[in-house]
């Protein structure tokens, strides 16, 4: 199979069409979870993809749980392409997006371990501060400092709690 023209060469994926890969598949969705989605994808990606990560965005240990300010600048940037509505998250308001003018340019095992992230915290099974405590529950949250890059290669030597780490979420 071909790299289609969105994936680099070392098979990840651009971090804008992620983003409107998950956009396009939830209604209003905002920063916070998205974070916290676009992380448990980049776990899902190493396990599925033979330790490939889904994009080169640096994510690191934060108040909020896992955080990565490369997708908090794209998404700013984004923002024109997205209807948007007011809501509020930890007692500020806070912007929530949906519906891209577009689809999102995935192959088809892209859109695969995007919808996967989804179905595994949809229909309230879990709420955003349930999704920031599992980030924070995970091998990399765990031995990264805080505001340290985390470095998903860590997983590879610890392939079990990878496992265990997703398994939280199937419960």
């Known amino acids: 199979m071909s ?10 994926v651009s971090l804008d069409e992620v983003i409107r ?7 209003y969705l905002h920063e916070y979870r998205l974070q916290k989605l676009v992380y448990l994808a980049e776990l899902l990606s190493l396990r ?5 990560r889904l994009t080169t965005a640096d994510f690191k240990p934060y108040m909020y749980g896992a955080y990565s300010d490369e997708l908090s600048e794209r998404l700013d940037e984004l923002k024109h ?4 509505k ?14 891209p003018d577009s689809d999102p340019n995935l192959d088809d095992d892209i ?3 995007i919808e996967e992230a989804n179905q595994m915290v949809r229909n309230g099974r879990f709420s955003n ?13 765990e031995y990264f400092p805080f505001g340290e890059k985390m470095d998903f290669s860590k997983y590879g030597e610890n392939k ?3 496992s265990k780490d997703l398994s939280k979420l199937e419960q």
């Open 48 to 52: 599925d993809r033979d330790w490939i």
């Open 86 to 99: 007011a809501d509020t998250h930890h007692g500020k308001v806070v912007t929530a997006y949906t519906s």
């Open 81 to 84: 392409e997205f209807s948007t």
């Open 129 to 141: 501060e349930e999704l920031a405590e599992w980030s924070k529950s995970t091998l990399l949250y």
């Open 160 to 162: 079990e709690r990878l």
């Open 111 to 113: 859109l695969k371990l």
């Open 3 to 12: 790299s289609p023209e969105y994936a680099s060469e070392d098979g990840t």
């Open 21 to 27: 890969g998950f956009i396009n598949t939830n209604e």
